[in-house]
């Protein structure tokens, strides 16, 4: 079956301390992956994506994320955080399947306090 | 990129009532999707909208319960029947474009049902 499993529902960091989100997913085909960002009371921001090429991504906001195909994983990555990262982050798939939709993750809050 | 509008931004909403979402795109696109992201949770799939055709509903969700109309490739419609106050959430709809593969979300629909 193909899904999307976001392994942390919430992770709480101190302001500059690096920060991990882990993504994984389950597909018999090729995958297009994306990280989005939804502040509190906002809509979604497209964070990073892969398509295809470098395995290593980078997006806005400082984030980047590294597909690994051999561990069927998108995990997205910040070297310093700030207070203002505090948000829902969502990975999602698309399944490389002719008329499929992304599907997301239950999502991960990450919280940074000072 | 798409630029996608959704009316009513937000609504409140009786009862047993029902209430229809537009979804507006700026140009011609492939495929339209509607989702639903209730209180605190993620994105989940309602439906495809497809142009001609009736919609294909995932698992959970039926015709009844939200029919979908997509005239044509700019213009869908989702509506949400017979409200409970389990169908307050946000409703979204989202768009690709061939050779698609990724995917442009509209800013929601706030729906609070009474």
Same mark, same amino acid.
């Given at each position: 079956?193909?899904?999307?499993?976001? *392994?942390?529902?919430?992770?709480? /960091?101190?302001?500059?301390?690096?920060? &991990?989100?882990?993504? %994984?997913? +389950?597909?018999?085909?090729?995958?297009?992956?994306?990280?989005?960002?939804?502040?509190?009371?906002?809509?979604?921001?497209?964070?990073?994506?892969? *398509?295809?090429?470098?395995?290593? /991504?980078?997006?806005?906001?400082?984030? &980047?994320?590294?597909? %690994?195909? +051999?561990?069927?994983?998108?995990?997205?990555?910040?070297?310093?955080?700030?207070?203002?990262?505090?948000?829902?982050?969502?990975?999602?798939?698309?399944?490389?399947?002719?008329?499929?939709?992304?599907?997301?993750?239950?999502?991960?809050?990450?919280?940074?306090? +000072? | 990129?798409?630029?996608?509008?959704?009316?009513?931004?937000?609504?409140?909403?009786?009862?047993?009532?029902?209430?229809?979402?537009?979804?507006?795109?700026?140009?011609?696109?492939?495929?339209?999707?509607?989702?639903?992201?209730?209180?605190?949770?993620?994105?989940?799939?309602?439906?495809?909208?497809?142009?001609?055709?009736?919609?294909?509903?995932?698992?959970?969700?039926?015709?009844?319960?939200?029919?979908?109309?997509?005239?044509?490739?700019?213009?869908?419609?989702?509506?949400?029947?017979?409200?409970?106050?389990?169908?307050?959430?946000?409703?979204?709809?989202?768009?690709?474009?061939?050779?698609?593969?990724?995917?442009?979300?509209?800013?929601?629909?706030?729906?609070?049902?009474?």
């Amino acid at each position: 079956a193909q899904s999307v499993t976001q *392994l942390d529902s919430q992770v709480p /960091v101190f302001e500059e301390a690096p920060v &991990e989100l882990r993504c %994984n997913y +389950s597909s018999s085909v090729s995958v297009y992956l994306f990280w989005y960002v939804q502040y509190p009371n906002q809509g979604l921001q497209l964070l990073l994506k892969y *398509l295809s090429g470098s395995t290593l /991504v980078k997006g806005i906001n400082g984030f &980047e994320a590294e597909f %690994n195909k +051999s561990q069927t994983s998108f995990h997205l990555r910040k070297p310093s955080v700030h207070i203002s990262d505090t948000a829902e982050y969502f990975c999602a798939v698309r399944f490389n399947q002719a008329g499929t939709a992304l599907i997301f993750g239950k999502g991960t809050t990450l919280s940074v306090s +000072s | 990129s798409a630029v996608i509008s959704q009316k009513p931004s937000r609504d409140i909403c009786q009862r047993g009532t029902s209430l229809t979402i537009q979804c507006q795109v700026d140009s011609q696109v492939t495929m339209m999707f509607w989702y639903r992201q209730q209180p605190g949770q993620s994105l989940t799939l309602i439906a495809t909208a497809n142009q001609g055709s009736e919609a294909t509903y995932e698992s959970g969700f039926v015709i009844d319960k939200f029919p979908i109309s997509r005239p044509n490739l700019t213009f869908s419609t989702l509506t949400v029947s017979n409200m409970s106050p389990e169908d307050s959430s946000i409703y979204l709809c989202s768009v690709g474009r061939d050779p698609y593969n990724e995917q442009f979300f509209g800013p929601g629909t706030r729906l609070t049902v009474l």
